[in-house]
Structures are given as C-alpha cells and as structure tokens.
C-alpha cells in the first residue's frame, strides 16, 4: 500500500509540474491558461521585445566614385538569387517578410528592427549584385563599409559579384566603351579607357584598338546575342551596312522579345527602327533613304548643341546630387537626329499594367529655343520582357571627369536593367 501511495503522490506531483493540472481532482486552474500565446501554459509573457538592431550605408557605382539611387538592399539568411547568365524576364524579386529597403538620391539607405545576428547583405541594381556578411549587435547602428555596398566592377568566382553581360560596338566618335569605363568597368586614362581593362565585351566597328571581334560575331546566331543582358549600337555602323540589319531583324526581335535591352544613338537609329517600327516618328531624313538611310531622323549635317529639362522626377534629385548643371537647362553636345513624336501602341507588348500598350517614356526633352524644345532626348520603351533606350545624343567629349550628358545616360543605362514591378513598403 505505501508503494502505491508513494507512486501515485509521484504521479500527481509531475503532473502538477508539467501545468496541465492540480492534485485537487482536476481541471484547469485559472494561472494554467495560455491566454498570451506563448506556449508555455500561463498568462504572463515571457519572450520580452525582439532584440534587434539597425544598420546603415551607401550604394556607389562600380568606379566608388559617385552614388546609386534605387538599389535594393535586403538581408538574407542565406545566399541571395543568382542574376542569369543570360536574357530573361526580370520581374521584381517578392520582398515579403524580408529586410529591405531602396537607396535614396544620395546613395543613403538605412534598415532599423533588424534580428541580432549574422545576415547576409544583398546590394542590386539592375543585373549588378554584390553579396556580403555582416553582423547586426544588440542596441547597435552598424555603419556597413562602403566597399560592402559598392557595385561590383567583374565578376567573382565565388559568384558573391556579379555584373552585366554588356556588349559593345566599339565605334567613333561615340565611344561608349568610355561611359562604361567611367561607371567602373575599366581602367581609365584621363578620359579613356585602358585596352584589354574592360570588363564587358567590345565588338571592333571602327577602333584603333586590335585583338576584338567584329560586330558580325556578335550576331552569329541567337544563343550568342541571348548572352548579353544589353547590346550597344552608339552611334555609327561603318562595318556592317543596312543589308546586315535587315537580314538580323528576326534575330533583334527575339532578343528584345526574351528580355535584352538596346542602347541605340544618334544616326543609326536603323537598328531600332527596322524591327520595331511603331513607337518613335522620327523627323523626316535630312538624307535620302538610299545609302544613307543609317541616318533615320538625322536634322543636320554638323554636331548640335542644345540644352534640356529633366523630366524624370528620380533623374533629377539624382542629378542634383551628382552635379551642379541645372535639371532645367543640362547642357547637350553631338546631337544630329530628332525625335518628333513618341506614339503609344496597343499591340499588345506592352506591360501588364499598361494593358499591353507600349509606352514610350522620355526622360529629358529639349528646353532651348532651337530644334530640340519639347523633343524627347532620352527615350525608353519596353517590348515584351525587353527595352529600348535610344538617346539623339552620342556620349560627349573624351575628359577625365563625368559631364553632366554622361551622368544622364548614365542613369538611364542603369533604370534599363532594373526589375519591372514595384517594391511596395511594408504596411
């Protein structure tokens, strides 16, 4: 009888640990319900305030020398999401119940509440993406070293960089392959780039350089045009003649279709033009359309200047930031054509939120009293999953510093490859 006594005060006393019920005969006792939700039987807290701390930076271009507005910055647990090797369709990654914010004008982004512990640090901007650890302490505003949250320059093998695949006509007086080298993706000179320092693909069309394909590669079949994430077509074509376009146009179309982005420029609009005819009139040729028909809306046998009026409200608070030229009056050299209309289309390549419509979209327009006011400059418009950016303008003059003309393509070049969608704040 005393061991089952003892057996059965055992019983009861366990169970009266355990806060499931008393040794009165049972039922629930009033201390014994879970009315706060954390799972441990009584009605008092016990977790306390998430312990967190915060974190902040700046996003600067490849080159570290001025900042990127708009890049997205999130944190993750593990690796973020390879950028593809390729075209594709780039909607907006799902930020939901992720550590996130956009880069201001300046650069600045901060991220408060955030879980003590090791994060990883993702930094995107288009199809640049750099990955890095840190560690977020208790009660503490970590300042995340810039080099942290500079855009990669190349590649990394371990692929915690990554960066566009850019193919570039290397032509003159447009010299692209410069812009680029000024963003961060060369090695410059004063205002030239160092042979063989690129770290995109150039495709020889009139440079003194030797050792670099010719344009006609670039096009060899629709696997190596898919490489490239955008193709540049500055503003001259004196390798290929309008026999090779027209015989490419199936081609341009699928890259552009599958998500490939276009810069085209100045007196070669023949590129856009051809295989997407509807979207921009163009002023009506200066020259015939027979051997000079590279020269669609060309206005002018010699280089124009003008200035313009940014019109893009994120272009100008960055342009504010960047330089000192005012937003209504950016000072433009080596103009030749003229855009007279962007028309919007319904056909059906549009965006899903535009029903289908195409919608040409400029970014500055001409301010001077002169042949460009209240043209468009900078244009861009998507088809399917890709883009066209078509600029009058060729980049300017070869000089050590960015001029404001630059910073405009720039910017451009960069919204190009960035997601379609919207990244909407947290409620």
């Known amino acids: 009888m005393r061991a089952i006594l003892a057996i059965l005060i ?4 366990a169970v009266a640990f355990s806060g499931q019920i008393g040794c009165d005969g049972g039922g629930a006792r009033s201390s014994d319900t879970d009315t706060d939700g954390d799972g441990d039987g009584d009605s008092d807290s016990d977790t306390g305030p998430a312990i967190t701390g915060a974190m902040q930076g700046v ?44 880069s201001n004008a300046d650069g600045t982004w901060a991220l408060t509440d955030v879980p ?4 990883n640090i993702v930094v995107r901007k288009g199809f640049f993406q750099r990955q890095r650890a840190v560690f977020v302490s208790e009660g503490q505003v970590l300042d995340v070293p810039a080099e942290l949250t500079t855009l990669p320059s190349d590649n990394s093998p371990d ?50 350089a030797s050792g670099y394909p010719s344009p006609v590669t670039l096009f060899a079949d629709q696997t190596t045009l898919d490489h490239y994430h955008m193709i540049f077509l500055p503003c001259s074509a004196d390798s290929v003649g309008l026999g090779f376009v027209d015989s490419h146009l199936g ?36 020259y015939d359309d027979g051997a000079n028909a590279w020269d669609i809306g060309r206005i002018s046998g010699s280089a124009l200047a003008t200035t313009g009026t940014v019109v893009d409200q994120g272009l ?12 209504d009056a950016v000072p433009f050299v080596n103009g030749y054509a003229r855009v007279d209309a962007l028309l919007e289309i319904d056909d059906g390549h549009g965006l899903d939120d535009d029903d289908g419509v195409v919608k040409p979209y400029a970014w500055v327009t001409g301010a001077a009293g002169d042949v460009y006011q209240g043209a468009s400059l900078m244009t861009t418009y998507n088809y399917d999953c890709g883009k066209i950016f078509f600029s009058v303008y060729e980049t300017s003059e070869n000089t050590a510093v ?26």
């Open 316 to 327: 100008r608070d960055w342009m504010q930031v960047v330089t000192s030229a005012s937003v």
């Open 10 to 13: 055992g019983l009861c006393l």
């Open 116 to 119: 003590v512990g090791d994060w």
């Open 251 to 286: 081609m341009i179309q699928n890259y552009v279709t599958g998500g490939g982005k276009i810069y085209n420029s100045c007196c070669v609009a023949y590129w856009i033009e051809k295989p997407f005819p509807d979207y921009l009139d163009f002023a009506p040729d200066w």
């Open 159 to 208: 692929g915690l960089d990554q960066i566009p695949n850019y193919a570039v006509l290397g032509t003159y007086p447009d010299e692209t392959y410069n812009l680029l080298g000024k963003l961060g993706m060369g090695t410059m000179t004063g205002g030239e780039i160092s042979w063989g320092s690129e770290t995109f693909d150039i495709f020889d069309d009139e440079i003194t």
């Open 59 to 102: 996003a600067l271009a490849p080159s570290g020398d001025f900042p990127i507005p708009g890049a997205l910055i999130y944190l993750t647990k593990g690796d973020g999401p390879d950028i593809p090797d390729s075209i594709f369709c780039y909607d907006c990654e799902d930020m939901t119940e992720k550590k996130w914010t956009l």
């Open 402 to 427: 960015i001029t404001p003309q630059e910073f405009v393509l720039i910017y451009i070049t960069l919204e190009v490859g960035v997601c379609e969608g919207d990244y909407v704040p947290p409620e």
